[in-house]
């Protein structure tokens, strides 16, 4: 029996990765990988050229029947009436829009954005981002024709709609963290783009996640390759996880979130809690910290050791690290939201002020930043039964040890694997029965 493959794809702030995948049993084919620049600001063509090339190393779509892209949250991506790109991408790491998100708070109110937007906003979300091309460069404001985000806009760009910027397309996940979508009614919020943008811009299509959105451009491929909604990259591991009511993950890569399903939304008009949607039609609940893996990165080079030697001296080291603290916010912090915040290390004294301590207080802090994001999701009446650790920083064994001390819940790490994709291609095999 000839196999049903799909594709998978995970663009991330770091990379794009690409997984095809048998559609009956989600048994991984072959993947393709590529690199993204570094930064906090980046041109959106760089992405598209990565995801050709993570195609073409996993093999190419000519045998794939569906794809499915799912990508960084937040990234604000402007073109203009033709389909360019306008300005580079601001991504979810720049902290520039500080400003901004409390202007949105002081003109809409807490509560009002976080019962209809789901959150409070923070520099992340893209309506600040885009509040503060107004303030600050408003000589674009005239070419703005369309806003969308990363992985919207490589799956138009994969689409035949391509170069049309009215046919571009989105899910609710993704929309659901730019701050001007509400998740439960699933529409957008003309009045939050009026304040950001002075105008009205094209905004991508919600589709549902078992509707094919578009088919892939035939200079790409001869056969008929249904393209569906995406989703956001968290979306993207609750749904390569199988997360259920109860079950969260805790997800340790350039950021740290901790996050679950939930049927029900989330209102918390302090701002700690992202009330984002899922893929599928309920909500994802969802913490986030700026600082997560870089952290034991930038400890091992401060020892000058590689990160095997750092998780060891961490485990030589007590609970508590002798009282040594590290205050990891190394780029400011989303969570608590403190975007011009500097990092720390406290409690040092000749006794205690060691490399062991400090290798272990650099994993606690990073650890202790999303185990108080765990307890105010349960201080809304949600449960945490079990959390799933992982992210880069997850294959670390004293990342993996220490967790099990700092979270209350069970800590099970599951086998390594691309999530993100995952889940992609999941959604990706769902729509072999639809026709576009």
């Keep these: 029996m000839t196999r049903r493959l799909v594709a998978g794809v995970d663009s991330s702030t770091q990379s794009c990765k690409v997984q095809i995948v048998d559609a009956e049993n989600s ?55 033709a389909g360019q790109v306008v300005r580079q991408a601001l991504l979810w790491n720049d902290m520039r829009s500080s400003k901004e998100a409390q202007e949105l708070i002081d ?52 689409s035949s709609h391509y170069p049309d910027v ?16 509400n998740p439960r009614t699933n529409e957008y919020l003309p009045e939050v783009i009026e304040f950001c943008l002075g105008k009205e811009v094209l905004l991508p299509r919600i589709v549902d996640h078992l509707e094919p959105a578009a088919q892939v451009r035939v200079d790409f491929s001869d056969r008929r390759i249904h393209i569906g909604a ?20 805790v997800s340790l ?13 989330v209102s918390d008009e302090t701002g700690i809690i992202s009330g984002f949607a899922d893929a599928e039609g309920n909500f994802l609940p969802l913490v986030c910290t700026l600082n997560a893996a870089r952290v034991i990165e930038w ?18 080291a007590k609970p508590g690290a002798g009282g040594v603290v590290v205050t990891p916010y190394l780029e400011g912090e989303r969570t608590p939201n403190l975007p011009d915040a500097t990092a720390s290390v406290t ?8 490399r062991e301590n400090f290798a272990r207080a650099c994993i606690e802090g990073m650890l202790n930043g999303l185990r108080f994001g765990g307890d105010v999701i349960m201080d809304q009446g949600q449960s945490i039964d079990s959390i799933a650790l992982i992210g880069g920083a997850a294959a670390n064994q004293a990342v993996r040890l220490i967790a099990q001390e700092i979270f209350e819940a069970p800590v099970t790490v599951p086998e390594p694997a691309e999530y993100v994709a ?15």
């Excluded at 996993?58 to 569906?66: F, K, N, P, Q, T």
């Excluded at 409690?347 to 060691?354: H, R």
């Excluded at 995952?422 to 576009?436: E, S, V």
């Design 27 to 81: 048994d991984i084919v072959r993947t393709g990988r590529s690199s993204h620049p570094d930064g906090t600001e980046a041109d959106p063509n760089l992405w598209w050229e990565a995801l050709l090339e993570a195609i073409q190393k996993a093999g190419g779509l000519d045998d794939v029947s569906a794809i499915s892209i799912a990508g960084q949250q937040h990234g604000m991506v402007l073109l203009d009436s």
């Design 107 to 158: 003109h809409f109110g807490s509560k009002w954005l976080a019962e209809n937007t789901g959150s409070v906003p923070v520099p992340s979300f893209t309506s600040t981002k885009l509040r503060w091309v107004r303030n600050n460069e408003p000589q674009l404001l005239d070419s703005i024709a369309a806003v969308c985000l990363p992985h919207d806009y490589l799956s138009w760009r994969l």
């Design 166 to 181: 009215s046919k571009i397309f989105t899910d609710r996940s993704d929309a659901s963290g730019t701050g001007y979508f």
């Design 230 to 249: 995406g989703m956001g990259d968290n979306a993207g591991a609750a749904q390569g996880l199988g997360l259920t009511p109860g079950k969260f993950a």
């Design 253 to 265: 890569g350039t950021s740290g979130t901790v996050f679950g399903s939930f049927r029900a939304g």
């Design 299 to 316: 400890g091992a080079a401060l020892l000058g050791v590689s990160l095997d030697e750092f998780g060891e001296l961490a485990l030589k």
């Design 347 to 354: 409690g040092i004294t000749l006794l205690n002020g060691n």
């Design 422 to 436: 995952l889940g992609a291609a999941m959604q990706a095999a769902k729509l072999q029965n639809f026709t576009a």
